[in-house]
């Protein structure tokens, strides 16, 4: 089934959300349909135990479906807001490059900024946002950031190509964001569908989540799958104390 018809069919059950409950994306889209495809395929494993717990296996087979309503969805508001799918479709492979770039930077940023702890501080408060427009900050942010300390990463081995590419990601992001219709991204009827796309397949995770760790309450390990890789690195790279240990050598 094609994602436009998997909309279309829980488009009854996406209106029956109560306005009240509705909230927009807590990650971007890509990551939040991701975890939920990863979950499937853990809950399967895990169907005669989960099974313990009464939990519905169809719940866990709706996860394929309301993926890929929300990916429509979001398809559908970038087109709404772009006015072509081509811009709209420029605009994601740019997008889902600097989320990719900007991962990497933080990483490389934090072991070459090892020990320096106002560094360290500048590269979590980049990761405060998860909106398009935090995006294109944060690329504009580790260019400059980058840009400044081009000694500690050339002495860690970073290839400054990247924190140029930065710069260029938040130039060409910032471009395509500046053609969409304001009003469309923060408030629209497609606003309104991705938004309880979102909701509705986020309910199902945390269902099936909070089940898993219940019936894998005493295995730590396996609990973990159980929970969002993505939330739980964010807050780890925020809540992460400076180390006591002095900065390595090149």
């Not at 971007?28 to 939990?55: G, H, N």
């Not at 106002?118 to 990761?127: G, K, S």
């Not at 946002?129 to 970073?158: F, H, R």
Request: proline residues 4%; neutral net charge; hydrophobic residues 40%.
């Amino acid at each position: 089934m094609s994602e436009a018809k998997d909309l279309d069919g829980l488009m009854p059950a996406l209106k029956a959300i109560n306005a009240a409950d509705v909230q927009a994306p807590d990650m971007p889209v890509q990551f939040a349909v991701s975890e939920s495809l990863e979950l499937k395929e853990v809950a399967t494993k895990d169907k005669a135990a989960l099974a313990v717990r009464k939990l519905d296996f169809a719940l866990v087979e709706s996860l394929g479906p309301k993926g890929r309503a929300l990916r429509q969805a979001e398809t559908n508001l970038l087109n709404a807001c772009f006015g072509s799918s081509s811009e709209a479709d420029r605009f994601v492979k740019s997008a889902s490059e600097a989320q990719s770039l900007r991962e990497g930077l933080v990483h490389d940023m934090n072991y070459a900024f090892f020990g320096k702890e106002p560094l360290l501080q500048a590269v979590r408060d980049i990761q405060k946002g998860s909106s398009y427009a935090d995006l294109v900050q944060d690329m504009s942010d580790l260019n400059g950031l980058g840009t400044k300390n081009a000694d500690l990463l050339n002495q860690a081995g970073v290839d400054m190509k990247l924190v140029a590419r930065a710069d260029a990601l938040a130039t060409e992001l910032g471009d395509l964001l500046a053609k969409t219709s304001a009003a469309k991204m923060d408030s629209s009827p497609e606003k309104d569908v991705r938004d309880r796309a979102f909701t509705l397949l986020d309910m199902a995770v945390e269902k099936i989540r909070a089940c898993g760790k219940s019936v894998f309450w005493k295995d730590a390990k396996h609990a973990a799958y159980y929970a969002s890789a993505y939330l739980r690195k964010q807050r780890r790279k925020q809540d992460k104390k400076p180390p006591d240990a002095q900065q390595p050598t090149a």
